[in-house]
Structure formats: structure tokens, C-alpha cells
């Protein structure tokens, strides 16, 4: 029984920075196109799991029983993020939950990892990154913020075999960081280009041996890397067809470090023909060569994301709002302090309190009474309607859609990017809750505008990051309007 | 079920307020103090005759002792209570009932806050500990829904709806202009008010009530004992207080023009002080103005105007306070701030000067002297859609 790649999931975040505003605001020349921006209740956690919503919103079937989380900007040390991302996608609790963090090569170790371990029980990697950089540098500019998630497993549901892989790892001073700090360290680049190529040289052509397969028979080929000049050569010196190299989103979006070879994959995925060999350069502290072989279930994969309400990558590269004022995405990053309101800081939420509601912090889960059917958000005991005690059914309804009963924005709220949007949403199927707007212009919000939720960080009190759910405007989403046409 | 009332069992003989305002001169203490010696004044009493206390503060001291220590009361029983925002006027409740029950003769209910000394805009408070999920939307932002579903419903365009809003701050700001004790003393023009910075919604500065300190105190005896102590005492006519469900911000039906409780609690004390038409038998009424909006949808829930039309009867002047029923007379919530434990004890010391005719010439209202004697005060403390609703009727006379 043939195992691989089942499924794909890729969220950009909603906002956009011109990198022609760094240059308008530091006086400097900051080339063109715009970088992808976490907005300010983001992390690479919420990232990763809108990624991984959107790779398990067109597929059944089981459940991950393992989820391996990487990123190189970890929002917990210590404490395990992956169990965050686990909690938000309601897995059971028998499925394991691991991060691979800290270096830019941990997104192919959860590529390798996943792949690995997926078959008759499937797992799934999370490829997380937020890039940060010091103010009108080339990390800051040439970088962004994403996430991509694959489920990997067995069966007819499979779109793509590995069929090849090899790694090389060499010790060099390329890129580094310290704990703590938000901009990264390189190398004079010329050296790294001169210890990258042959490394790469070296695990493509046993990879191409291991998989009986030559260069010119590879017809998408993604090399991903932050060394842009070792990427570059790398790409020369593979031996591919030209017109199999993939078209470079980084005008828009801008790399996506520990995410870009996902990103990369992903696109390969959806552009690639039934049996087309798929080759994934990874080139971080040595290299990996990840060869995938797309089998015939892949246009129908593809026609099920699509009903699902799933963008391609190359609309949500060409999407996005790119109107971010500069000094706004230096608030956010923590690099401009701004005067806070006259208001009490954020409480950070009880540990007990917190565990006991798991199944709404974490899931969303409504509760709905099994005598009346009235949905209670958050959920509650007792039937608001009917009254029955205990008699409830919990239902989750992170995925369902609604509408905007009516909304307020408050000036007065904190918020590290004020003003707050709130809205108070009926869901599709009932069930009625007041919470935060995000990724909204307040202007363009009217009574009866679709919503969906996402899973954001409200704030952060005393190194807790308080994570739930927003809504935000329905649009690309793992929701889709489907549900919509239901709602009366 | 039943809510029997205490229909003139129980009578108000003394009462005080302080001067509201940022009070930085004063601590919770001394304006416990001066609230309490003030009223042991007015009632020609004693500490020493006073068997109980009930103290009403949200968040400005725990416990009895919060106002046993200041004034050296000799262990006697004080109660502290609070429930959001009519927590003074549920320390009155209970002291009524306490009296109506027989286990004492004269109590004092007492109010206090001191909401300035923290430092922060707007209001404050310590929470539980939570799971964090809870909106962090504030007071204003939560009462802000109201504006735009009162007028999506009943065919207000945003020109108008913001000129009633505007004229009902205005009104109170008026009101409260020749009042010694409010903590604004201007009149503001409705053009100062409709052009201030919005906080939340359509909710600019001016259609929210102030931040300030306060206290206000009764002194409480049984109906039979009233005129040993004044010859003109209050008669407690009716006391209501509900909790609802807080189903409004879960519950689709819920349309945010309508305070559920609010109807409850009023139909409730109607029907205790035997009160069929209120508009006609009110002479005042002292509603918790907290945003301009609110007080709109309370001219409706508490029956003063038709569903629907209460926006008409806010421009006609109704309200005003030489209008046919005059509504915060004393500048309410928006003159005087909200000191949470003081402002049910506030609004009821102003049916004291009005109702008696103690208030000063300029300010007495033209309805008591039209010969209506019955006066309202109303509190509520949560937001729309999940809220404690707070309503008393007194008047100076006992019914037949």
C-alpha cells in the first residue's frame, strides 16, 4: 500500500508591509513587492494551526495520531507549542504532539519526521515561522511570516510518494541567532555559497540515484533556503529542466524561513500533473533532498480543497492587504514602544481554570442541549432555553461560519493594536457568541457580514500567552461559505 | 412564586450625600464619614441609636469592618454587600427588609466608592481568576450595541439617533449644572456633545458618565416610628431587584433594544406600589443613566414611553427637567459619576429633597408641586443582555 503526503494546508497572514515604507521611513532605498506580516495577535503557534486547519479541512478519514510542530521562533520554550496546536484541533488525547524548534532546518526534520512515521497511522507537520529582523535590514525586508501543514498516511487518499531522500550536515558558521534575539547574524555570503554547493551536489545526486530517477526527469523542483546566493547556485547546479523550476513567490510574500519549504511543496502540489516527480531542496546548515513522486488521486485532492474554500498558493501570494503602515509593524514586533492606554494591564489566565475549559479555549466546543437543541457559547450546565441539567452535547464550531448580528469598536479596550472590534456572531445552525474582530477594517464591517473563527493570542501576561479564538471576516478560510447557504 | 413587597412598613427619616466628584481630598474613610454624620444629622439621632448598618461598595473595602473601623461603631452587625452597579441600592433593600422583618428599629444603609484613586481611565475592578476567553470589550463598547439596534428598529436615521443621544446628555448635564453636589457644574452644548471623540461605537466622550467619588447614606426605621424622628419621612413603596439569566449575549432572539430585566424588576414594583400608568403617577425618576442610550431604552422598558417611541419623547423634552415627568433631575450618572456603592443611595437622596420639597428653588421640579408625590430610582449593573435590575418607588405620604 503506497504511503505519502494525503493532504496540504498554507496560511498567509492577512497583512502585507510595502518594502518601499521601510525606505520612505528610514530614508533608506528598500527595493519593491511586500513581505507577509503576523498580525499583532499572532504567533507561530496560531500560524501553524490555521495551517494545519486548512490541511485536515478537505480530508476524512482518521485523524493525526502524531503532529510534529516546527519553527526556529518558538512562542513557549520548555512547554511544548505543538500541545497548543493539538488542543486547538481537538486531536485526541492519545496523539502525540512535538516540537522541533530553534534552528530554520527543523521545518525538514518535521517533513522527515512526519513522512517518516505516516502510514497506516497518520501524522502531520507543522511548518511554522515568523522572521524578524532589525530595522531596515535585509532579514526585516526580504523575509515573511506563514505557516504550512501536510498530513501524511496510507491508502488511496495518498497525492504524492516520497520516493527519494538524502541529507548532507556540515558544521559552519552560516546564520545565527541568540536566544532572545530578534534579528539573525550571516556570514560574509560567498563563504557559505562555497560550503553549501557542494553539499547539496552531494545529497542530490544520491538522492536521484536512491529514487533511479535523473535530474531531467524531475519536472517541479523547489530549492529553499535564507542563503539566497547558495539557493541560487544550488538551482544552477541541480541539472533540472528550466521550465521546471517553480515560480519564486518572495515579491509578495518574502521567504518564509523554516515555512518556505513547505511553501514550496504546497506549490509544487498544486500545479503538478498525476505522476509528475516533485524535488524539494532544503539548504540550511548542510542539505536535504526530498523527492515525490504525485499519483493519480491529486486533481481530485486538489477539487476537494477548492470546495472547501481553500486558496491555492498562488492566490493567497497575490492576495493580502498590503497597506500596513510601517510604524504599526514595528509596534507589533516589540521594536516600537508605544504609550499604552490609562487602563489596568491583562490578567494572565489561571492554569486550573484554563485546563477545565480545554474543550472551548482550545476546540471552541459549544455545548448544545439534547432536549432542546439550543447551543450555549461557552458552554453551560444548564439549557438557557429549556432548562435540562446536564444534558448536553459539545460541539465544535471553530469550523462553522456566521454572520455579524451587530458589532462596536472600542477605543477604550487594551490592545496592542487598538481599536478592538467587537461583534457579536450568530452561527450557522445556532449559537450566538460576542468576541474580537480581527483582520477587519472596522469601516468595511456591516450587520450581516460572514465570519469565521481563528485561533489568535489575546495577549500575553507574565509570559502566558493567552490563546483563542477570533473572528475574522469568511473569505479564504477552512470554513468557506458553504455553511452559509444554510443560515436563513 | 411571589414578591409580596413591603409596601410602607418602612420609612427613610434621614438622609446624606457628599459632594461627588475626584474627591482627592477625601479617603474612603472620610467620605464614609462625613455621609454617615450628615444623615445621623438629618434624622436627629445618635450612632449609639442605630442597631445595624448595611454597607454598599464594589471595590473599596471588603467586609464590614470597612466602615465599623472609621466610625468606631460598637460591635454591632454591618453587612457588606455589592452587586455591580446597584450595589447601593441593594445595601438599602436589605436594611429595609431587615427593618420590615422586626429585628431592628433603626439601621443606616450606606454607600461608598472611591474609583479616582486608582489611577486608570474608566472603570476598574479585580476579577476571579478565569480561563481568559471572556471579550475584553469595555462598559462603553458593551453598551454601544444598543444605539445601533434602537435605531436599525424602530427607523432612526444616524443624524437623529445621535441628536437624541446628544440631548439626553445634554439634559443631564443641565440638570446637573445647578446641583452643588454633581461632579460636573456646566452646562455643555449639544454641539460640544455630538462633536466628542468617540470611546466605542457611536458612543462619543459625552454619552458616558463620569468616573467619581462619593458616598450617600439612609437611615431606615418601621413606617409607625417614622414621625418620632421627621415630620416628613419617605414611605418605601416598593422594592424590586432581579437577575436575569444573562442570556442575551448567547441567545440569538436577544436584540439589544430592550433591558430584560430592567421590565421585569419595574413591572415587578409597579405592582407592589400599585402603580398603573407610571408616566402619570411618577412625579420623578432617578434611572441609571450610565450611556446616553441606555437611558433612552429605560424610558421604554420602565414604561415611561410606547416601544419604540421613547427617542420622540427624549426631543419633545418629557423628560426634563421642568418636562411632564422629569427623569435625573439631579444630573444623574452624567453629572454626578458613577461611584458604584453610592449612586442607588445618591439617586434616592434626590426623591428626599425633591419629594419633601427640600430642593433649592432653582432646581425644584414643577411636578411635585403639581401634586404628583411618588418618585423612582432605578440601577443596573452588568451590560445589555446579561444584567441586575434595581427598582424602588417612595413618596411622602402612606397610602390609605
Not at chain 1, 521611513?25 to 507561530?44: H, M, P, W
Not at chain 2, 427619616?13 to 475626584?22: A, D, H, K, P, Y
Not at chain 2, 420602565?302 to 426631543?315: C, I, N, P, T
Amino acid at each position: 500500500m503506497s504511503t505519502g503526503i494525503v493532504s496540504w494546508g498554507v496560511y498567509l497572514p492577512y497583512w502585507r508591509l510595502q518594502r518601499s515604507g521601510i525606505g520612505a521611513a528610514l530614508g533608506t532605498a528598500s527595493g519593491k513587492g511586500t513581505r507577509s506580516v503576523a498580525s499583532f495577535d499572532e504567533d507561530t503557534t496560531t500560524l501553524g494551526v490555521e495551517a494545519a486547519r486548512r490541511a485536515l479541512a478537505a480530508l476524512d478519514g482518521p485523524v493525526p495520531e502524531d503532529l510534529f510542530f516546527s519553527t526556529p521562533a518558538p512562542a513557549y520554550l520548555d512547554k511544548t507549542n505543538a500541545a497548543v496546536i493539538h488542543s486547538a484541533l481537538d486531536l485526541p488525547v492519545s496523539s502525540g504532539a512535538y516540537d522541533l524548534i530553534g534552528s530554520v532546518r527543523s521545518g525538514a526534520a518535521a517533513l522527515r519526521s512526519a513522512s517518516a512515521l505516516g502510514g497506516d497511522r497518520r501524522t502531520i507537520a507543522v511548518l511554522s515561522d515568523l522572521r524578524t529582523g532589525l530595522a531596515g535590514g535585509a532579514e526585516e525586508r526580504d523575509s515573511g511570516d506563514g505557516a504550512v501543514a501536510f498530513v501524511f498516511g496510507d491508502g488511496d487518499r495518498v497525492v504524492a510518494e516520497l520516493v527519494g531522500h538524502a541529507g548532507a550536515t556540515a558544521e559552519f558558521l552560516d546564520r545565527w541567532r541568540a536566544p532572545g534575539d530578534i534579528d539573525s547574524r550571516v556570514w560574509e555570503e560567498r563563504f557559505g555559497e562555497a560550503v553549501y554547493l557542494p553539499l547539496v551536489e552531494g545529497a542530490w545526486a544520491e538522492a536521484l540515484k536512491g529514487a533511479g530517477a535523473l535530474a531531467a526527469d524531475v519536472d517541479h523542483v523547489a530549492v529553499a533556503g535564507l542563503h539566497a546566493r547558495a539557493v541560487q547556485a544550488s538551482r544552477r547546479a541541480l541539472g533540472t529542466r528550466p521550465e521546471s523550476a517553480l515560480a519564486d513567490r518572495s515579491a509578495t510574500i518574502g521567504n518564509l524561513g523554516a515555512a518556505q519549504p513547505g511553501l514550496l511543496l504546497a506549490d509544487a502540489l498544486e500545479q503538478a500533473k498525476p505522476g509528475a516527480l516533485i524535488a524539494l531542496v532544503v539548504v540550511a546548515d548542510g542539505a536535504d533532498v526530498f523527492l515525490w513522486r504525485t499519483t493519480s488521486e491529486l486533481p481530485a485532492a486538489r477539487a476537494g480543497r477548492e470546495a472547501a474554500g481553500l486558496a491555492p498558493v498562488a492566490d493567497l501570494a497575490a492576495g493580502g492587504r498590503d497597506d500596513l503602515p510601517y510604524a504599526r509593524f514595528l509596534t507589533w514586533r516589540g521594536e516600537l514602544q508605544r504609550d499604552p492606554p490609562r487602563r489596568p494591564d491583562p490578567e494572565r489566565p489561571g492554569a486550573p481554570a484554563t485546563w477545565r475549559s480545554t474543550p472551548w479555549k482550545g476546540a471552541f466546543k459549544a455545548s448544545a442541549c439534547r432536549a432542546c437543541g439550543f447551543r450555549h457559547l461557552p458552554p453551560a450546565r444548564v439549557c438557557l432555553r429549556c432548562r435540562s441539567v446536564d444534558d448536553m452535547d459539545h460541539i465544535r464550531l471553530a469550523d462553522v461560519g456566521g454572520r455579524v448580528a451587530t458589532f462596536t469598536v472600542d477605543r477604550l479596550a487594551f490592545s496592542l493594536s487598538p481599536p478592538v472590534v467587537g461583534v457579536v456572531v450568530d452561527f450557522d445552525g445556532g449559537g450566538r457568541y460576542r468576541c474580537e474582530m480581527t483582520d477587519v477594517d472596522p469601516e468595511a464591517i456591516v450587520i450581516g457580514t460572514r465570519v469565521t473563527m481563528t485561533f489568535r493570542r489575546l495577549f500575553t501576561a507574565e509570559g502566558v500567552h493567552n490563546y483563542f479564538w477570533k473572528a475574522r471576516p469568511a473569505g479564504e478560510s477552512p470554513t468557506g461559505d458553504e455553511m452559509g447557504e444554510h443560515d436563513s | 412564586m411571589s414578591s409580596n413587597g413591603i409596601r410602607d412598613k418602612v420609612a427613610i427619616v434621614g438622609m446624606g450625600c457628599t459632594r461627588f466628584g475626584e474627591r482627592w481630598d477625601k479617603g474612603v474613610d472620610d467620605l464614609l464619614i462625613d455621609a454617615a454624620t450628615d444623615t445621623i444629622a438629618s434624622a436627629g439621632v445618635s450612632f449609639d441609636d442605630l442597631d445595624a448598618y448595611w454597607l454598599g461598595t464594589l471595590g473599596s473595602g471588603n467586609s464590614g469592618l470597612t466602615l465599623s473601623k472609621p466610625l468606631k461603631i460598637d460591635y454591632k452587625p454591618v453587612s457588606r454587600l455589592e452587586n455591580f452597579c446597584a450595589t447601593g441600592s441593594e445595601a438599602f433593600r436589605n436594611a429595609c427588609y431587615a427593618v420590615a422583618s422586626g429585628a431592628y428599629d433603626l439601621v443606616m444603609a450606606i454607600g461608598v466608592e472611591k474609583l479616582k484613586d486608582s489611577g486608570f481611565s474608566g472603570l476598574t475592578g479585580t476579577r476571579p481568576v478565569t480561563d481568559g476567553t471572556d471579550a475584553a470589550l469595555t462598559a462603553p463598547a458593551a453598551f454601544s450595541f444598543l444605539a445601533p439596534a434602537y435605531a436599525d428598529k424602530y427607523g432612526v436615521d444616524a443624524e437623529t439617533m445621535k441628536q437624541v443621544m446628544s440631548r439626553i446628555a445634554w439634559k443631564n448635564h443641565a440638570n446637573g449644572a445647578v446641583n452643588p453636589r454633581a461632579q460636573f457644574r456646566k452646562e455643555v452644548s449639544m454641539e460640544t456633545i455630538m462633536n466628542s471623540p468617540l470611546i466605542a461605537g457611536q458612543l462619543g466622550i459625552f454619552d458616558c458618565s463620569g468616573v467619581s467619588d462619593g458616598s450617600a447614606a439612609a437611615i431606615i426605621c418601621r413606617a409607625e416610628d417614622a414621625h418620632r424622628y421627621t415630620d416628613s419621612p419617605l414611605f418605601v413603596k416598593a422594592l424590586s431587584f432581579v437577575a436575569g439569566p444573562g442570556g442575551g449575549p448567547i441567545d440569538p432572539s436577544y436584540d439589544y433594544t430592550t433591558f430584560l430585566e430592567v421590565v421585569r424588576s419595574a413591572e415587578d414594583a409597579y405592582r407592589q406600589a400599585g402603580i398603573d400608568d407610571p408616566r402619570s403617577s411618577l412625579a420623578m425618576a432617578e434611572v441609571h443613566d450610565c450611556f446616553t442610550p441606555t437611558e433612552l431604552v429605560l424610558m421604554e422598558d420602565l414604561g415611561f414611553s410606547e416601544r419604540g417611541v421613547g427617542w420622540k419623547d427624549v426631543l419633545a423634552g418629557t423628560f426634563d427637567r421642568d418636562g411632564e415627568l422629569p427623569v435625573n433631575p439631579d444630573g444623574g450618572l452624567k453629572s454626578f459619576g458613577h461611584p458604584i456603592g453610592a449612586s442607588g443611595l445618591r439617586m434616592l437622596f434626590e426623591c428626599w429633597l425633591q419629594l419633601r420639597g427640600e430642593a433649592p428653588a432653582e432646581r425644584q421640579i414643577a411636578s411635585v408641586t403639581a401634586g404628583r408625590k411618588l418618585g423612582l430610582t432605578h440601577n443596573l449593573g452588568g451590560a445589555p443582555g446579561e444584567c441586575v435590575s434595581f427598582v424602588s418607588i417612595v413618596g411622602p405620604e402612606p397610602s390609605d
